[in-house]
């Protein structure tokens, strides 16, 4: 069976640019969450997604949004990118909310310039 | 709010030497502890977990962790360490109920000597 899948594994932007990440979670799985994993720090909760709504959001600025679609898939947007969003981002996915396994994907890696 | 300590940033053990890696948490309720590792460049792969139950739990690799509510942590051991444990490890708590936002600790680099 595939893992969490991440599209793309490395790219980079300009300052102001928007940027779009993508994952699938795991066949079965219904709930996604991102983290942001700032080089040298552990990884920070951006949002958790389940049967496509938001069920949690960390302490990321309104830049920052996500969607789930019907298939579990999701997508992360950042807006007006800033050199401060440089850093690896994580998928995880588990098959529900609470005390389940999260599995990670094995992320994007995003470099503002 | 719930947080994670982890007091050691680096730690160098010889191959075949034992580790202790420390973690210690804040969390109001009785809390949902996990133990990852993380190779250069890679994503998350999960040692152990603590839900509830017998409060030593064994994990992937030979890894294993107790989970002390009275010093509120949740120290990972290994045995023997073999070079292929070189890795960052962390330590999360989990808010189980209200959704499975990780709280992640700062994470402890470990080098593993010949």
């Known amino acids: 069976d595939a893992g969490v899948t991440q599209s793309p594994t490395h790219l980079i932007k300009t300052r102001g640019q928007h940027v779009t990440l993508r994952c699938s979670p795991i066949s079965g799985h219904k709930s996604v969450s991102w983290y942001q994993q700032v080089l040298g720090q552990g990884p920070q909760f951006i949002f958790q997604y389940y049967e496509k709504e938001e069920r949690g959001r960390g302490n990321f600025p309104d830049r920052f949004s996500a969607r789930q679609f019907p298939n579990y898939s999701s997508e992360l947007n950042v807006n007006a990118l800033l050199l401060g969003d440089s850093a690896l981002y994580l998928c995880?996915?588990?098959?529900?909310?609470?005390?389940?396994?999260?599995?990670f994907g094995q992320g994007t890696r995003l470099t503002v310039v | 709010a719930q947080s994670v300590t982890q007091p050691d940033i680096h730690i160098t053990v010889s191959e075949g030497a034992s580790l202790e890696l420390r973690c210690n948490y804040s969390?109001?309720?009785?809390?949902?502890l996990f133990w990852y590792v993380q190779s250069p460049g890679q994503g998350l792969q999960l040692l152990l977990k603590y839900f509830s139950g017998d409060t030593l739990v064994q994990g992937i690799k030979g890894f294993e962790a107790e989970f002390k509510r009275s010093q509120s942590s949740f120290n990972l051991r290994k045995p023997s360490v073999h070079w292929s444990d070189a890795a960052e490890y962390f330590c999360?708590?989990?808010?189980?109920?209200?959704?499975?936002?990780?709280?992640f600790g700062k994470g402890t680099s470990l080098l593993v000597t010949p």
């Open positions: 999360a708590v989990g808010a189980g109920n209200s959704g499975y936002a990780l709280n």
């Open positions: 969390y109001g309720a009785t809390p949902y």
């Open positions: 995880a996915s588990s098959y529900s909310t609470g005390n389940t396994e999260a599995f």
